[in-house]
């Protein structure tokens, strides 16, 4: 028994020091580092602990049939949340509260049959939301209201007959780029109020395999998209039917047979509403930043709308108490930017005489200051440069000097005599031996002229008698010694 604990001990050891070991991982579930997987574990209700640390609880394929308010306030992370294949068929009031960082929520393959208004309340973070494949029959009007963040909602494979299109505006939902409605039960839709949809939702629109009727109001909207090259009609150009006069007998496919709407008067096509593209614009806080709103529309009767993921729509009314100002043209001015005021910032340039509107986005970075006491590298390198440079230039053009007048140093290394008779063939066996045995590098020096060997060999001279006199005090000296 000893031996086991022994040899288990590092294992719970680390178990203690790991980050939110101390909440236990459901017996049902599997937890791997931020997710939480307790998918096809037959649950009739909710673990009644989850770890705190989630960022992804997949509970898809149970038998859930409620969940209580505020089911998931415990779980401040919680990012992506599956509950798809369940047994679903309404959400409490309050189901989602503290919950609001939720970006993708899964509830397709349910049993929903009305989406209430209050479902998806203080997800203002919420950015995919999938309700396919359940028993929709309505969508209440305000069910999208909050949801500013939202990128694309799946409502297709339901019985949905009508749908809150009034509720989506550029303002609301600045970001929407996916609706699909496919497969449902809708027949006569406001058309006023899907042409009134942001341009980039029409773009993202999916109405096929419904129950339309076939009427001028109708045919223009798709005529329209047709005309302007839409995926969501290009892609499933045999899927779009309407029936005539009401009866599902007689369906035609519209966009592949017009012969039947020669006699309606289709509107003047007008211009798509244009995304210029994303730029990045990335600062120091503290400094000040101005983010241009240029656009494919000109004129001087233009009004322009800032929206940001972080603060919301930005008015002039609500920029009084900031240090960010808008100018005429449309320009915002964040006067000392911080890093809480990072994000996506979107304007919408609208001229309203010719109905055309076009989106100008700016993804802002806000960086930290440096810290107290760095130094810049650029201007470290640029130093050494210029020393180097200083260097090599010294190096090239101050020279020793070498003018007749400047006395020359007395060598005192020792100069050795040329003397032919002393050469031994570089290919003899000899030579060979102490080229192997001393690898030296030898340099050349110049031929010497006549006058230049006089002077060496009086300099010869000189240092040999002073050797011989140093020699013989050295003798004496040693005498000396040795009588001693």
Not at 26 to 42: F, Q
Not at 241 to 247: F, K, L, M, Q
Request: charged fraction near 20%; aromatic fraction near 8%; proline fraction near 6%.
């Amino acid at each position: 028994r000893r031996s086991r604990l022994g040899s288990g001990s590092p294992l719970l050891v680390l178990l203690l020091v790991l980050p939110g070991s101390e909440e236990a991982c459901p017996s049902v579930c599997l937890c791997l580092s931020d997710t939480v997987s307790c998918s096809s574990s037959g649950l009739t209700k909710l673990p009644l602990s989850l770890p705190s640390f989630s960022v992804t609880l997949d509970l898809s394929h149970n038998y859930l049939s409620w969940l209580f308010p505020a089911s998931f306030k415990k779980m401040p992370r919680l990012e992506n949340l599956r509950m798809a294949h369940n047994q679903l068929d309404s959400l409490a009031e309050g189901v989602f509260r503290n919950a609001s960082g939720l970006r993708h929520l899964d509830l397709s393959s349910n049993k929903l049959h009305v989406v209430e208004q209050h479902y998806f309340q203080g997800l203002w973070r919420l950015e995919e939301l999938l309700l396919f494949n359940n028993k929709i029959t309505q969508v209440e009007g305000g069910t999208l209201s909050g949801l500013s963040s939202l990128k694309k909602a799946y409502f297709s494979i339901n019985q949905i007959t009508d749908f809150p299109f009034f509720s989506i505006r550029d303002h609301s939902h600045p970001f929407l780029t996916m609706l699909d409605l496919s497969s449902n039960r809708m027949s006569r839709l406001p058309w006023e109020d899907v042409k009134a949809l942001p341009g980039l939702v029409q773009r993202g629109l999916y109405l096929h395999n419904n129950s339309l009727i076939c009427d001028c109001s109708m045919y223009s909207v798709f005529w329209h998209w047709d005309l302007r090259g839409y995926n969501s009609l290009r892609d499933f150009a045999d899927e779009h039917t309407c029936s005539v006069e009401g009866n599902p007998r007689a369906s035609i496919r519209f966009l592949r047979h017009s012969r039947f709407f020669r006699n309606c008067t289709v509107e003047k096509p007008v211009s798509l509403p244009v995304t210029v593209l994303l730029s990045h614009v990335t600062v120091t806080e503290g400094q000040r930043v101005r983010l241009d709103c240029q656009t494919p529309l000109s004129g001087t009767e233009l009004s322009f709308t800032w929206l940001s993921t972080g603060k919301g729509r930005l008015t002039r009314a609500s920029m009084n108490d900031t240090l960010m100002s808008m100018f005429d043209n449309g320009t915002l001015e964040i006067g000392a930017a911080k890093v809480n005021d990072s994000g996506l910032y979107v304007c919408t340039a609208a001229d309203v005489k010719q109905a055309l509107n076009a989106t100008r986005e700016v993804n802002v970075t806000v960086l930290p200051p440096p810290p107290p006491g760095s130094f810049n590298t650029g201007y470290t390198t640029l130093l050494g440069c210029v020393v180097t440079t200083i260097g090599v230039l010294a190096y090239l053009y101050m020279t020793p000097c070498r003018c007749g007048w400047c006395k020359q140093p007395r060598s005192a290394i020792p100069i050795s005599t040329y003397d032919p008779s002393t050469l031994t063939p570089v290919f003899s066996p000899s030579a060979r031996d102490k080229i192997n045995t001393h690898k030296h590098v030898a340099f050349m020096e110049p031929t010497r002229t006549n006058k230049q060997i006089g002077l060496l060999f009086q300099t010869n001279k000189k240092d040999a008698v002073s050797l011989n006199a140093n020699r013989k005090n050295y003798n004496s000296s040693d005498k000396y010694l040795q009588q001693l």
